[in-house]
């Protein structure tokens, strides 16, 4: 074979990789790894001397879950201003799995038990109270609620285009006292949630897909970002030495999906203090 027919071949090959649907999921794991890995590292977890290890997709047989957990620090000022004080976030996560022949993760699918599903965690350094709880340790329900508001408002669906974001929550149940991760004393929060569908017709090119893939609903025609109630479950504790308020939580549209994921990934998660305990 000619030197040029080999190259002819080399160039097909990429060609219809590149083409092929599989191509947005290994863009995906290759842009979301350095990116990632570079947030950490400059993270509060990593200013406070603590370190969280949370199990990603590949941690269980099943194909539910994005293959690792990924970290975002968002700009200061952009939190503070809904909080009112000056305060530092960092956010992990981790999203569906994407449907390798589609393109996409399955976070848009209707039919999938993680639809508009997310699991994580959220840091919170306050250097002036602890964020989220009352001076006598009972929760402070409507400040704790800021974080997941302000990330799924404002830094998920706005980045899909979404203009009008809504997220309205009714709290089911709050339990104190609970053990978790081999830590006592952290506070439960469930509750029911409306906000909107990822699900929209794709109208232009939106950074977020670089992560999540774009909807593979090719000839969707229904409304944007429709309403759908999800469920939220939350996991706080305060730590004072350290002045960070740290929730783990899990957000989605299928109960079981979500019991499964807090007992086979989140609840074998690891947190690592620098300081004694």
Known sequence: MKKWQKLLIIILIITVFVISPFFQ???????MAVYSASEYN?????NNDIEIKIPGGLS?????????????NPTPSSFSRRVG????????YNFGAFEYLKGASSYYDDQSPYYNSFYGAYVIHDENQSFGFNADGTLNEAELSIVPD??????????????????????DDISYGNSYLGIDDWTIMTSTIETQS????????????IQYGKP???????????????????????????????????????LEAMDFCDSEILQKSELIRGNPM
């Not at 004080?85 to 992990?92: F, K, L, P, Q, Y």
């Not at 302000?150 to 009714?170: A, E, H, K, Q």
């Open 42 to 46: 400059q993270s509060v977890m990593k």
């Open 25 to 31: 999921y290994a863009k995906s794991v290759a842009v």
């Open 85 to 92: 004080r000056d305060v530092e976030i960092s956010i992990m």
């Open 216 to 254: 593979y609903q090719k000839d969707y025609n229904g409304e944007d970002f429709p309403l759908m109630t999800v469920y939220g479950r939350v996991y706080a504790k305060y730590f004072a030495a350290e002045k960070l308020t740290v929730c783990f939580y899990i957000i989605g549209s299928d």
């Open 198 to 209: 990822p699900i929209h017709a794709v109208k232009k090119d939106y950074q977020a897909y």
């Open 150 to 171: 302000y990330d799924m408002r404002i830094l998920v669906l706005r980045s899909l285009g979404c203009t009008t974001p809504t997220f309205d929550y009714t709290v």
């Open 60 to 72: 269980t047989m099943d194909k539910d879950w994005y293959p690792f957990v990924m970290t975002f």
